[in-house]
């Protein structure tokens, strides 16, 4: 059975640091591109980064850049997002994915596999 599971998940103050992990199971997604997208309360899935396969190319929603930071380990088939700098609009559950494509990694339909999603709450 494949499984991404996200943790790291909680509440915080704004200006705040959190980590996301995502923990793959069930087949190795080494070869797959991870993105992270979020979803707040009343409002539609939106993308927050994507990371290719090798770590190679990482890309960032304009609402997140320089604050937040995708990173992978292959090895343990794990997908990370830093977080820095919360604000209370990061509020969202967050949930990442995995992809067999090469492009068009911004759109949620690209993706194969997801994860259950974590809550970020994020108070001012």
């Known amino acids: 059975q494949v499984q991404l599971v996200e943790s790291g998940g909680g509440l915080v103050q704004a200006g705040d640091s959190l980590t996301l992990s995502c923990a793959a199971s069930?087949?190795?997604?080494?070869?797959?591109?991870m993105g992270w997208f979020r979803q707040a309360p009343g409002k539609e899935r939106e993308f927050v980064a994507f990371?290719?396969?090798?770590?190679?190319?990482?890309y960032y929603a304009d609402a997140v850049k320089d604050r937040f930071t995708i990173s992978r380990d292959n090895a343990k088939n794990t997908v990370y997002l830093q977080m820095n700098s919360l604000k209370p609009e990061d509020t969202a559950v967050y949930y990442c994915?995995?992809?067999?494509?090469?492009?068009?990694?911004?759109?949620?339909?690209?993706?194969?596999?997801w994860g259950q999603g974590a809550q970020v709450t994020v108070s001012s």
């Open positions: 990371i290719t396969w090798n770590g190679g190319i990482t």
């Open positions: 994915a995995a992809s067999a494509r090469r492009t068009a990694l911004k759109y949620s339909a690209s993706y194969n596999y």
């Open positions: 069930g087949r190795t997604f080494s070869s797959d591109a």
